[in-house]
Nanobody
């Protein structure tokens, strides 16, 4: 089983930026099919934010299109999520999912 660990969450003002990182151990992301970031806001269901497949297909939720960028680094065995122009509605716990393995999540709070 692959261990997944997120980092980089925190508090930021609206319009600011954060970069989340997801580190995999016990397995290589090169061998994985789908690398994803999800989020869950209080009182809401977990939703897909962005994903990238082994074929290079990238998918974004409509709400983050043009603001967030997902990327993977095979050498570092990490999957990052660059988040720009953050809005209060982006506040949520962000989870990294590498195929069927999930991390514990990292809190992102956007407020003034």
């Amino acid at each position: 089983q692959v261990q997944v660990a997120e980092s980089g969450g925190g508090w930021v003002q609206p319009g600011g930026s954060l970069r989340l990182s997801c580190a995999a151990s016990g397995g290589s992301i090169v061998n994985m099919y789908v690398l994803s970031w999800y989020r869950q806001a209080p009182g809401k269901e977990r939703e897909l934010v962005a994903s990238i497949t082994s074929a290079g297909t990238v998918l974004y939720a409509d709400s983050v299109e043009d603001r967030f960028t997902i990327s993977s680094d095979n050498a570092k065995n990490t999957v990052d999520l660059q988040m720009n122009a953050l809005k209060e509605e982006d506040t949520a716990v962000y989870y990294c999912a590498l195929d069927q393995d999930w991390g514990q999540g990292t809190q992102v709070t956007v407020s003034s």
